[in-house]
């Protein structure tokens, strides 16, 4: 039973706190109301006069924001054809380079082929010039000697 009464004590407590807090919501509330009330005309022109100013700087910001931006992005489309313009050049010129390592690598293959055909050519003449030699020197050996 006394856990019971503490109980309900604390949920009392509790609700004249949150009871205080919305009181005091409502006072400040009423207070801004009047702050707000009072304001005359005038006071509301100058306000309005001020957002005019306000808007109209902002305006001129976004304005100078959105020229250097299309700006921007046209030097940055100037840059893309510059730089595109450069690569196909470059692709050319690769292009060019390769086709000038193919030619000077099949001069290469032509004249070690002639190489090799003038190397079996020499060796295939020494060869018939040691077997010339070597009829020669065997002709010799069987003619008569002198005495």
């Known amino acids: ?27 400040e509330e009423r207070r801004v109301h009047q702050q707000t009330s009072q304001l005359n005309g005038q006071e509301l022109g100058q306000l ?12 001129k910001k976004v304005e100078k924001a959105s020229r250097r931006l299309a700006e921007q ?7 893309q054809d510059e730089f595109q313009h450069e690569v196909c050049h470059l692709q050319k010129l690769l292009q060019a380079r390769q086709r ?10 032509n004249a070690e082929q002639q190489l090799e055909l003038l ?15 070597s009829q020669i020197v065997g002709l010799g050996s069987l003619s008569p000697k002198k005495k």
Not at 73 to 79: A, F, G, I, L
Not at 119 to 133: D, R, T
């Open 1 to 27: 039973m006394q856990q019971h009464l503490s109980n309900v004590l604390m949920e009392a407590e509790s609700m004249v706190d949150e009871r205080q807090k919305l009181v005091k919501l409502i006072t």
């Open 48 to 59: 309005h006069v001020q957002l005019k100013a306000l808007r109209a700087r902002a305006d």
């Open 73 to 79: 992005e046209e030097r940055h489309v100037k840059q």
């Open 100 to 109: 000038e390592m193919q030619g000077l690598h099949q001069e290469k293959r």
């Open 119 to 133: 190397w079996n050519s020499a060796a295939s003449g020494q060869e018939h010039l040691h077997e010339g030699l």
